[in-house]
């Protein structure tokens, strides 16, 4: 019997795995572990999935060197997976470790992905409505422990639109502290005013001090970061309702 369990488990591990691949443009390497059995994957239900993966680039050419994520129970509607379609009956916890390489970064700053969520990013300042839109941006990862920013926003307050350059150093998360700023430099257009720097130091503080950041149906927060020879190494915590639909569009 726990022969067959654990032939059964290297069964759905290798279609889990087979699964993934093909929703990748490309994959140096890819190991899915799935602790469960015939009999519960037929009820979609799943004890735990353990996957690690180096070299994953999706179909929006975002690029992970590499990848570890575990899970607790998964329990998912069976008729809808038939479909195509994942819907979670419970949600999931997970912790994973993604590093990503400053190259890989970059691509991913100037990505479709990262200019639709900038321009979501929006402050109210002084009773007026201060938009953002990514131009441009690019990342170096020092071995002093900063990370250094440059790039370009397009601003619009009200119906008045311009461009800002900006230059910035900063301090990654620790376990211990938050993460921290340590310049800001206007470098084209006019520069900004008191007022939208005070909000935008305010805003990003709260977003910086919150438990946990939002995600359509994934909350998630970033415990730690590391630099280690021009990588970032995230370290995550989330809690998944639903896969959120711009996870899965990066899939498609």
């Known amino acids: 019997m726990a022969d067959q369990h654990s032939l059964d488990q290297q069964i759905i591990s290798q279609v889990a795995e087979n699964s993934i691949s093909n929703q990748l443009e490309a994959a140096e390497q890819i190991d899915i572990y799935v602790e469960t059995d015939i ?10 999935l353990r996957f690690a993966g180096q070299g994953l680039v999706t179909k929006q050419n975002i690029r992970l060197q590499e990848i570890k994520l575990q899970t607790d129970n998964i329990d998912i509607n069976p008729i809808s997976a038939i479909f195509g379609q994942i819907k979670l009956n419970k949600s999931v916890n997970l912790v994973a470790r993604i590093t990503l390489a400053e190259a890989d970064i970059n691509n991913a700053l100037n990505s479709k992905f990262s200019r639709d969520l ?3 990013f929006q402050l109210n300042v002084e009773g007026k409505i201060v938009k953002f839109a990514l131009q441009q941006m690019q990342i170096h990862l020092h071995n002093t422990g900063q990370i250094a920013l440059e790039g370009k926003f397009h601003l619009q307050e009200n119906d008045h639109s311009r461009l800002l350059g900006f230059s910035a150093k900063l301090r990654p998360r620790t376990l211990s502290r938050p993460i921290i700023f340590d310049s800001f430099t206007c470098t084209q257009g006019e520069g900004v ?5 005070v909000s935008l130091m305010q805003r990003f503080q709260e977003l910086s001090n919150l438990p946990y950041i939002q995600l359509e149906d994934m909350k998630f927060r970033i415990k730690n970061m590391e630099l280690q020879n021009k990588n ?6 989330a809690n998944v309702n ?3 639909e711009s996870v899965t569009e990066l899939m498609d």
């Open 118 to 120: 900038v321009q979501k």
């Open 242 to 244: 639903q896969i959120p």
């Open 232 to 237: 970032l190494i995230l370290f995550i915590e």
């Open 193 to 197: 005013s008191l007022d939208l720097m």
């Open 39 to 48: 009999l519960k994957i037929v009820q979609g239900q799943v004890d735990g």
